[in-house]
């Protein structure tokens, strides 16, 4: 049985009642945003209003992305991998369960040094798909070429973050690539494998 999106008390400063508020909203007020789901328009649009909006409140406090996606659209992920460069807070991204092709985007488009997976996450990189059956065969070569160039964006993206050759992202991208975490961080897609200290603590 579905129990929807919890609820939790929040007092706003000045209130002397607190109000019932759903916990993602709760989160947004300390900064720390979710993709957990797969990218669509709608989601990319939240997303990016909110890194805008957190930006604008304060410029000076990292921000924190939480990635289990198994990726999407791909003009929906640049959105939000180019509003991650451009707003001026440090974006943490976080990598729990899955973070797939768009997903796997966003995730290198962290903080240098701030990007982190959780010890059974994985990540999985791949050129982008598209949907030829549908078209016509003139609308096949338009998509072909345009898909082309969206694929040689995303991998001189993932050169640049990962620092890796781009002959050799090319290569990945030619498959679907499957890493797990400590992969990933030997790959160049994240920083850091989270590991729990003594305190229960994630460092």
């Known amino acids: 049985m579905p129990i929807g999106v919890p609820k939790v008390p929040f007092r706003s400063p000045g209130e002397a009642d607190a109000v019932w508020i759903d916990v993602y909203n709760r989160l947004h007020r300390e ?7 797969e990218l669509d328009s709608e989601i990319s649009n939240q997303i990016v209003s909110l890194m805008v909006y957190l930006s604008i409140e304060d ?3 990292d921000l924190y992305l939480f990635i289990n996606s198994p990726g999407g659209w791909v003009i929906s992920g640049l959105a939000v991998y180019d509003t991650m460069q451009f707003v001026p807070p ?14 796997s985007l966003i995730l290198v488009g962290g903080e240098f040094t701030k990007r982190l997976a959780f ?3 994985w990540v999985m990189i791949h050129q982008p798909a598209t949907s030829f059956y ?11 070429e345009e898909l082309l160039k969206l694929r040689e964006t995303l991998a001189r993206v993932y050169a640049q973050r990962t620092g890796n050759p ?26 850091l494998v989270a590991i729990k ?5 994630f460092a």
């Open 166 to 191: 781009l002959w050799v992202v090319s290569e990945d991208m030619e498959r679907d690539v499957f890493m797990s975490a400590t992969e990933a961080q030997a790959h160049g897609v994240v920083d």
């Open 31 to 37: 900064r720390l945003l979710f993709l957990g789901q």
């Open 90 to 103: 440090d974006i943490h991204t976080i990598c729990m369960g899955l973070a797939a092709s768009m997903g």
């Open 119 to 121: 010890p059974h996450a």
């Open 197 to 201: 200290n003594t305190t229960g603590d």
């Open 59 to 61: 410029a000076t406090k």
């Open 134 to 144: 549908q078209a016509q065969t003139g609308d096949v070569l338009l998509e072909a």
